[in-house]
C-alpha cells in the first residue's frame, strides 16, 4: 500500500510542471488524495484536494487560478497541473490519502507519498 509523487524539477518562473500521485496496493477510488507541500523552514501546508466523487478543495488562496487538481480512477493517480509557477511555489510537493472527505489537517491523513521536489527559479 503506497502512494508514488512524481514529477518534479527544475522550472523557470511563468513554467509549467504536473505532478501525479500513483496509488498501488489499494482501491484509490475510494479516498480522498491531497497535495501538500513544505517549502524550505516552513510548516508543511495543503495545497488542494479531490474526493472519490470529483468534488475539489484548494486550501491555498494563492495556487487558485493556477494549479488544477484532477483524478484519473482507471490509473488510480492524481494529478497537480502547475500553471504560472512562482519562486515562492518551490518546496517539496506530496500526495496523502485520507478517507472520504477533503480536509487541511494534514494529521488526519494516514498515508503519505515520498514527496517529489519543485524549485522554481531562474
Known amino acids: 500500500v503506497q502512494l508514488q509523487a512524481s514529477g518534479g524539477g527544475l522550472v523557470q518562473p511563468g513554467g509549467s510542471l504536473r505532478l501525479s500521485c500513483t496509488a498501488s496496493g489499494f482501491t484509490s477510488n475510494y479516498y480522498a488524495i491531497a497535495w501538500f507541500r513544505e517549502a524550505p523552514g516552513k510548516e508543511r501546508e495543503g495545497v488542494s484536494c479531490i474526493t472519490s466523487s470529483g468534488s475539489i478543495t484548494y486550501f491555498t488562496n494563492s495556487v487558485k487560478g493556477r494549479f488544477t487538481i484532477s483524478r484519473d480512477n482507471a490509473k488510480s493517480t492524481v494529478y497537480l497541473q502547475m500553471n504560472g509557477l512562482k519562486p515562492e511555489d518551490t518546496a517539496v510537493y506530496y500526495c496523502?490519502?485520507?478517507?472520504?472527505?477533503?480536509?487541511?489537517?494534514?494529521?488526519?491523513?494516514?498515508?503519505w507519498g515520498q514527496g517529489t521536489l519543485v524549485t522554481v527559479s531562474s
Open positions: 496523502a490519502r485520507r478517507s472520504y472527505l477533503c480536509a487541511y489537517e494534514r494529521n488526519s491523513y494516514a498515508l
